[in-house]
């Protein structure tokens, strides 16, 4: 079992930063793969990044390549997501997730979800 807490969200202009963090509870974090997705109301959740259980691959949606770095601590049990040079299409409701299988930009593969934080970015 992983308990997911999402942190860091905010509003924003258009071209300032943002880094999202994601607190895991629970055993073995380390066994997890974890992404980011982003979601607007009446849409499907988007991933936008994933990591493997080591930090070693990564994944990144096209819209968001060069711009937002997935990162991870297994020893202090989070993930972050730093996201420069935002766009007003980069607003939604971001969430974390872990999967036990490895990353993949799948987002029924996750067994475990945060609540989400939001993110607006204003032109």
């Known amino acids: 079992q992983v308990q997911l807490v999402e942190s860091g969200g905010g509003s924003v202009q258009v071209g300032e930063s943002l880094r999202l963090s994601c607190a895991a509870s629970g055993r073995c974090f380390n066994n997890y793969a974890v992404g980011w997705f982003r979601q607007l109301p009446g849409t499907e959740r988007q991933s936008v990044a994933t990591?493997?259980?080591?930090?070693?691959?990564?994944i990144y949606a096209d819209s968001v390549k060069g711009r937002f770095t997935i990162s991870r601590d297994n020893v202090k049990n989070m993930v972050h997501l730093q996201m420069n040079a935002l766009k007003p299409e980069d607003t939604a409701y971001y969430y974390c997730?872990?999967?036990?299988?490895?990353?993949?930009?799948?987002?029924?593969?996750?067994?475990?979800w945060g609540q989400g934080t939001q993110v607006t970015v204003s032109s």
């Open positions: 990591i493997s259980r080591d930090g070693g691959t990564t």
């Open positions: 997730a872990a999967n036990s299988r490895g990353p993949t930009s799948i987002a029924n593969y996750y067994d475990y």
